[in-house]
């Protein structure tokens, strides 16, 4: 599985992978860019492996061909001449340094739009088999038009092409993969795989201690809703703002929430928050990023965490919550149910974009429910640590990972 063929010594090679993301420790945002960080952890020892990120003034300067930065990746950063241009064209800068940092590889992997036309170049110019991973589709999330402007037309259209002339296409999900075959109808439906995100059950796991909670004014003798995420229209954030009017009292709301796609959403949170905040009490928001160790202890004592995503292709953060033992309420859409059992692992409410009242009636009904019965939500919080030891390790992943790069090796 992990190799090639015979090399020259008569011994056999490992593949040579160009791993092409945005994002990669330390500047990772989204479950795209956790997906990447565990994948290339066990790729290291499965493959020989080349990971290609973005750089950042964090990292130096990369120099003027993208050069490198940890010893672990090589970062390139938008052409200079491109700073005050709309991000789509930055990220097409980044993908031509990419692409000829490829040279030598057997085989381009790209992430998101961000790298995907990256390796789309490079398998023209390198002539090797191009692996596109989709973790979103840009054609299912038009409020990107928000944040992208013009650029918007720009990302949909490097990620048609692609997907469309990808060698082999992985869906994260079941339902990732349906998404793709009816967005993109050219994709031949034998290339789409699917291969679900997976989750470190060590690194992600029940933590009893709770300075985090205490650090952050989270009183351990309430019962308190838990939601980690960006403030984007994706993450349904907005919702889940209106949803928690309807909280029972003694539950609190804690938001790990940052990273606004535009101001126009930033200033709609805000306004939600704050009227949430003048009408009750337990209204907690930490705006920042935190250590992956604080955002375990979080997860661990949370009564429920909730997913209000009105679009969402798997849902990596579900899985860290039932990695940590806590029951999950999320909106069943996309890949969630594929993660969470409903009536066993957590709760599911439909959301149906032409009535978005009744979702958030519905969603703030199971929280209550949840957060009501400690005894159901442990429950559930016990299998939903099972079924992620199970189902969805990173060692798995990177095996069936590797079945498809060696399945476009062989018919190349």
């Not at 990746?73 to 980044?94: F, I, K, P, Q």
């Not at 692609?162 to 075959?181: F, G, K, N, P």
């Not at 109808?185 to 009893?208: C, F, M, Q, S, W």
Request: proline share 6%.
């Amino acid at each position: 599985m992990t190799m090639r063929g015979p090399a020259d010594d008569g011994g056999l090679t490992l593949v040579k992978v160009g791993l092409l993301t945005r994002e990669y420790p330390p500047d990772v945002y989204g479950g795209a860019g956790v997906h990447v960080e565990f994948l290339a952890r066990e790729l290291r020892a499965l493959t020989d492996l080349d990971v290609h990120c973005w750089g950042s003034r964090d990292h130096g300067d990369p120099g003027p061909a993208g050069g490198t930065g940890a010893a672990d990746a090589a970062r390139h950063r938008a052409w200079g001449a491109l700073d005050a241009a709309n991000d789509a064209l930055r990220t097409l800068s980044v993908d031509l340094s990419m692409a000829a940092a490829l040279a030598g590889r057997d085989l381009a992997h790209s992430h998101t739009w961000y790298a995907n036309l990256a390796g789309h170049l490079g398998k023209l110019l390198h002539g090797i088999p191009h692996v596109v991973t989709s973790h979103s589709l840009e054609p299912l999330r038009p409020w990107k038009a928000e944040q992208l402007g013009g650029g918007y037309a720009v990302s949909s259209w490097a990620e048609r092409t692609a997907v469309e002339a990808a060698d082999a296409v992985v869906a994260v999900s079941a339902a990732m993969r349906e998404d793709i075959l009816a967005c993109y109808p050219a994709v031949d439906p034998a290339k789409v795989r699917v291969v679900h995100n997976g989750i470190d059950t060590e690194l992600y796991r029940p933590d009893p201690d709770t300075g985090a909670l205490a650090r952050h004014g989270v009183d351990p003798r309430r019962p308190y809703v838990l939601f980690v995420g960006r403030i984007t229209r994706q993450k349904g954030v907005p919702h889940l703002l209106r949803a928690a009017r309807n909280l029972e009292r003694g539950i609190q709301l804690v938001l790990c929430a940052g990273a606004p796609d535009t101001p126009e959403i930033d200033r709609e949170f805000r306004a939600l928050f704050e009227e949430l905040r003048r009408a009750r009490d337990g209204v907690h928001w930490i705006p920042r990023m935190l250590p992956r160790p604080e955002v375990v202890q979080l997860l661990t004592h949370a009564a429920v965490f909730v997913c209000p995503s009105v679009y969402e292709p798997l849902g990596i953060v579900n899985l860290e919550a039932m990695a940590c033992g806590t029951a999950v309420v999320a909106s069943r859409v996309g890949g969630i149910p594929e993660v969470v059992a409903d009536g066993t692992t957590g709760l599911l409410a439909p959301y149906d974009p032409g009535d978005e009242e009744r979702f958030e009636h519905d969603l703030g009904l199971l929280l209550n429910r949840l957060a009501g019965d400690p005894r159901r939500a442990a429950a559930m919080g016990a299998a939903g640590r099972h079924r992620a030891e199970r189902e969805f390790t990173w060692t798995a992943v990177a095996r069936r990972t590797v079945e498809v790069y060696e399945d476009v090796l062989k018919a190349a």
